[in-house]
């Protein structure tokens, strides 16, 4: 099969999953429109932002596209939005994305980062594109964060200079990050538990698999919700085998899986349909506590017998998966299900890609002698 036909055949996937959910003709041919350009991430955060704005318009039709200045020293930037159904006093689900690209990753490396974050950009507009000429009973911002790579400065400058009576009627924050890899995963730590129900919901009508997934020494575009109080979940799809290629030459097209892509916005697409007919009230509590991961420190000793780099575990919480594995603090972890560690980012990136029943093999030496664990998640 040709380049041309594969690629026709991916965009009929996603016809066929915009089709699923009884939306018109001009609204599959918009998507349609929206999806080819997943392929064509600018390399800049500046013509990132302007093909964001343009795509926007495209999915918005006669709604108006919004702009806030934002500004991080020398550099200018803007949060480009749109707004659905909020003419009224009804509560506001933000659905949010960053526009914006890693400085060192466009200008260095030379790549732009089809994952992080184009691909939750164009699943934004593709959202606000399948659900405008709906009727919705709440009202819904499509938003992209410029900035957000220098310390959330887009989000922290919209809920600054929206209105007071906007902000107070922003029900959660849902924002969208690195799509398009593997199965769509929420930051449990860092996401309300009842937005989590929700978002497991609709998942359940889908019968799509997700998981929910601890991750920590991280930021999420959605903190700057949290700290007004305002409920949020940040919604993903690393795995353990790609997320350290997020802000690096592998951030590219071969890692971007149309089906994958497919099942996220039907599963996205329904989570705003259960949010839209949600009657209960959305919480802040989110599950900061739960499964705290041990302690890493980064050991290089012994590359002598084969196995390279380990990670020696400096100390352990007893509520990880590592001690209930039977790890303990001074062991050195070598492979993780076959695959050789060599940083404790690699051990850390085990909380994108965990599910419940999951099996995790360990290779790790205790002393002088070799061991195996074997622990189900």
Request: glycine letters at 6%; proline letters at 2%.
């Amino acid at each position: 099969m040709s380049k041309r036909n594969i690629f026709k055949y991916l965009c009929g996937l996603f016809f066929v999953a915009i089709s699923s959910h009884g939306l018109s003709a001009e609204i599959n041919k918009i998507a349609g429109e929206i999806l080819k350009e997943i392929y064509n991430p600018p390399i800049n955060s500046t013509a990132r932002a302007l093909k964001f704005s343009m795509l926007l318009q495209r999915a918005a039709g006669n709604l108006k596209v919004k702009t806030q200045s934002i500004k991080y020293g020398s550099t200018v930037s803007v949060n480009i939005y749109v707004e659905l159904n909020c003419d009224n006093d009804l509560p506001v689900y933000v659905i949010s994305s960053h526009t914006d690209t890693d400085s060192h990753r466009s200008t260095v490396i030379g790549t732009s980062g089809i994952i992080d974050n184009w691909s939750g950009c164009i699943m934004n507009v593709s959202l606000l594109a399948s659900f405008k000429d709906i009727p919705l009973k709440n009202g819904y911002i499509f938003i992209g964060f410029g900035l957000e790579e220098k310390g959330e400065i887009g989000s922290k400058t919209f809920l600054k200079k929206i209105s007071r009576g906007l902000r107070d009627r922003i029900k959660a924050n849902i924002n969208l990050e690195c799509l398009g890899m593997s199965s769509l995963k929420t930051w449990t730590n860092r996401s309300s538990d009842d937005l989590e129900h929700l978002f497991l919901k609709a998942a359940g009508k889908t019968n799509i698999k997700v998981a929910m997934q601890s991750l920590y020494n991280f930021e999420s575009d959605a903190d700057s919700f949290r700290r007004k109080k305002i409920p949020a979940i940040t919604i993903h799809s690393l795995n353990l085998l790609n997320s350290s290629y997020i802000n690096s030459v592998y951030d590219s097209k071969d890692l971007f899986r149309m089906d994958i892509f497919t099942d996220s916005f039907n599963v996205l697409h329904e989570l705003i349909n259960v949010l839209d007919n949600n009657k209960s009230p959305i919480r802040m509590i989110d599950s900061q506590s739960k499964d705290k991961p041990a302690k890493y420190a980064l050991t290089t000793i012994d590359k002598e017998n084969g196995f390279g780099d380990g990670v020696q575990l400096a100390s352990i919480n007893p509520n990880s998966i590592e001690y209930r594995a039977g790890l303990r603090a001074g062991d050195i972890i070598y492979k993780i299900n076959k695959y050789p560690v060599r940083s404790s980012q690699e051990i850390k990136s085990l909380e994108y890609t965990l599910s419940q029943g999951d099996t995790l093999d360990f290779v790790v030496k205790r002393n002088s002698s070799v061991k195996n664990f074997r622990v189900a998640y």
